[in-house]
C-alpha cells in the first residue's frame, strides 16, 4: 500500500489536539454519567499529531479520484460537476444547525424550502403530489411500489405481478421483490426498446404496474409510451417511471404528461450533488392525483400561513424515513434549481443528448455499438469485437485509468455483451469529449497490437489490478489491532 493506515502511522503518546483536564467532581460525575455507563478500558484511537493527520488525509484525497479531478463518463450515474454554491448555500448556519425535533415554528424556513422544492418537482415532472421522504433512488422505488400496493389493495386486490423491461437498473427487480411482488421480464426488441406487443401478450389483471426507464438504460426514449401507457391502464395497473435518467428530459418531456402515475427523482443525480460510495442521496416521490392520499407521513401543510407536519392523512402508507429525509441534498437541488431557472434546465437536457451523441459519433466506428439510433444522454458501446485479440471489456476500463479518465459504466445494461455504458453529461467541454475519444481508440488500437498491456492495465494508479472476485466475497474494510 502507497499510503499506510492512521493506525500504522500511530505512535503512542502523540498527540493532535489535547482538552484540559477533568475539573468536575468524582461524586458529581456520578450523577451526571452512572458508572456503568462509562468505559472501563481506553477507546483504541490512533495517537498521531495535527500535521500527521492533515499529510495522511491530504495524501489519500490525492490517490482518490473524483469529479473535481477529471472527467467521469460512468454510465447511468449522471456524475455531472456540482456547481460549489449549492455547498455553500446548504452549509448556511440555519440549515446546518437546526434540529429535527425542533419546534416548527422555529424551522419555517427550512419547511419552506421543503414545500418550494416539492412544486418545483410537480412542474418539471408534471406529478400532482411529491413526498421527499425516500433516500435514494432504490429507496423511492420501494416506497413507489408500496404505494402501488396500497392503490390496489384499496381497490379490493393487491394483485401478484410487476413487469419490467429486461434492460432495467437491478435496483427495479430487487425494489419490486421486497414490495412483495412478483416480477415478470419484458424482452426488449432489436431497437433496444419496449415492444407493445410483447407487453400486450404478459398483461392482465394479476399485473401489478409497469416498470419503466425512460429513458431507458440504453440511453434510447421509449417512443411508444403513450400507447403503452394507455395499454397498462386498461388492464387497471400502474405505470411507474424510474426517474434516474430525469437529466435528458428536463424542460422537454414531463412523465405526468406521457401516462406515469409514479415516478421517483435522484436528486444527487439529476440535480448535482456529490454522491457515490453509498451517499448522500434524495429519491423524492411524485404521484398523480388518485395516489397522493398514500403518500408517506409526515407531509408539509399550510396552515393559515404556517408551515407544519402533519401526519393527519389516514390511508397514508407511514413513514419511510426517519423524520422528513436528506434534507441537505435537498437544499442542494434546490438551489441548483433556482440557479438554472426553467430555461438553464432545459440547456442541461439539451447540452446532456448533444454531448452523448458527439461522442457516441467519434466512437461508433472505433467501437461496436448494438443499438444505432440517436440516443438520449448515454449510450452503451460493446467491447464483443476485442474478444479475437483476447481483449475483454473489463481490460479497456482499466486502460482508461491510466490515460487519467474514469471508467465508464461495464457489463450494465446486462442486455449488451461486454457493455461500456458512457455518459459524458452536460458539464463537459468539446476538449474533454475529444481527449477522452482520442484515448478509447489508442486502447482500440493497443488491444489489436498489445493486449499485453491492456491485460496488466492499470499501470500508473496507486493499486494495479484488484481481486474483484475476492474483494466481494471476502469483504474486510475494518481494520483490527493484532494482539
Ligand atoms: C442510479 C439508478 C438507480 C438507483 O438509484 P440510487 O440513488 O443509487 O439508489 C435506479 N435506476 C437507475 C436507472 C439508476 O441509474
Known sequence: MPEKLIFEISRPGRRGYTLPGLDVEKKALDSLIPPQLRRKKKPDLPEISENEVVRHFVRLSEMNYHVDHGFYPLGSCTMKYNPKINEELARLSGFLNIHPLQPEATVQGALRLMKELEDLLKEISGFDAISLQPAAGAHGELTGMMLVRKYHEMKGNPRKYVLIPDSAHGTNPASVTLSGYSTKTIKSNELGLVDPEVLRQNLNEDVAAFMVTNPNTLGLFESEIIKISEMVHDVGALMYMDGANLNALLGIVRPGDVGFDIMHFNLHKTFSTPHGGGGPGSGPVGVKKEIEPYLPVPRIVDDGGLLKLSYDFPDSIGKVHAFFGNFNVMVKAYVYIRMMGPDGLRKVAEGAVINANYLRVLLQEHYDLPYKSTCMHEFV???????????????????????????????????????????????????????????????????????????????VTPVRRLDEARAARELNVRWQKED
Open 381 to 459: 458501446l460493446s467491447g464483443r469485437n476485442l474478444k479475437k485479440y483476447g481483449v475483454r471489456t473489463l481490460d479497456v476500463a482499466k486502460r482508461l485509468l491510466d490515460y487519467g479518465f474514469h471508467a465508464p459504466t461495464v457489463y450494465f445494461p446486462l442486455i449488451v455483451p461486454e457493455a461500456l455504458m458512457i455518459e459524458p453529461t452536460e458539464t463537459e467541454t468539446k476538449e474533454t469529449l475529444d481527449a477522452f475519444a482520442e484515448a478509447l481508440i489508442k486502447i482500440k488500437k493497443e488491444a489489436e497490437e498489445n493486449p499485453d498491456v491492456l491485460h496488466e492495465a492499470p499501470h
